[in-house]
């Protein structure tokens, strides 16, 4: 079974650009979640999609935007880029079910993408 | 606000001796705890997991710990091996949301 992948897996863009991540989950899986990693916030949670619609969000700015594909395939989104959003971007995927059962919350993360920003 | 702290930014531990990675959290209402390992330039994998409505969950060498009344959890790792060398991230789920520590860098010294 193949693994989640993200790409481009490095990237580096300019302040004020805009970038677009892509994230393939675990085929049958529809749960893909987004992350932030940074050595000063450790890893923090930007969005969950599940079956096409954004379940859960964290408190990062509108800047930060995604969407899910009908095949679940997902795409990260950052506008006007800061040098702040240097970070690994990193994609989970799950076959998690909803509120109150948790026999899959285990996320299998993809390699993450490595985005800096100069 | 961090819900979850993992207070040690790292720990070293020679080989063959035990682990003890520690995390706190400040909602009572986290209803599962989760710890995952990650090596440089991979994605996290998940290691092992716990209920709220548990106080210990066991997985070969890893062994989780949970103290409810003092909201701490806590994963031993015994033997400590050269490949237990990682970060590790211990995280709580509410509501459908899971929110991350810091992590903690385990140094495993031969």
């Known amino acids: 079974k193949a693994g989640v992948t993200q790409t481009p897996r490095y990237l580096i863009k300019t302040r004020g650009q805009q970038v677009t991540l892509s994230c393939s989950p675990i085929?049958?899986?529809?749960?893909v979640s987004w992350y932030q990693q940074t050595p000063g916030q450790g890893l923090q949670f930007l969005f969950e999609?599940?079956?096409?619609?954004?379940?859960n969000k964290g408190n990062f700015p509108g800047r930060f935007s995604g969407r899910q594909f009908s095949n679940s395939r997902s795409e990260m989104n950052v506008s006007t880029l800061e040098l702040g959003d240097s970070a690994l971007y990193l994609c989970a995927s799950s076959s998690k079910i909803r509120s109150g059962q948790y026999p899959n919350t285990e996320a299998f993360f993809g390699q993450g993408t490595r985005l800096t920003v100069v | 606000d961090q819900q979850v702290k993992q207070n040690s930014p790292s720990l070293s531990v020679q080989e063959g001796r035990i682990s003890i990675l520690n995390c706190d959290y400040t909602n009572s209402m986290f209803d599962y705890f989760l710890w995952y390992k990650k090596y440089p330039a991979e994605g996290p994998t998940f290691l092992i997991s716990i209920s709220s409505i548990k106080d210990k969950n066991e997985d070969g060498r890893f062994t989780v710990f949970l103290n409810k009344s003092a909201k701490h959890l806590s994963l031993h790792i015994v033997p400590s091996q050269p490949g237990d060398s990682a970060v590790y991230f211990c995280a709580a789920i509410r509501d459908d949301k899971i929110i991350f520590g810091k992590g903690t860098r385990l140094h495993i010294l031969p």
């Open positions: 085929s049958g899986h529809r749960s």
């Open positions: 999609y599940f079956s096409e619609t954004q379940r």
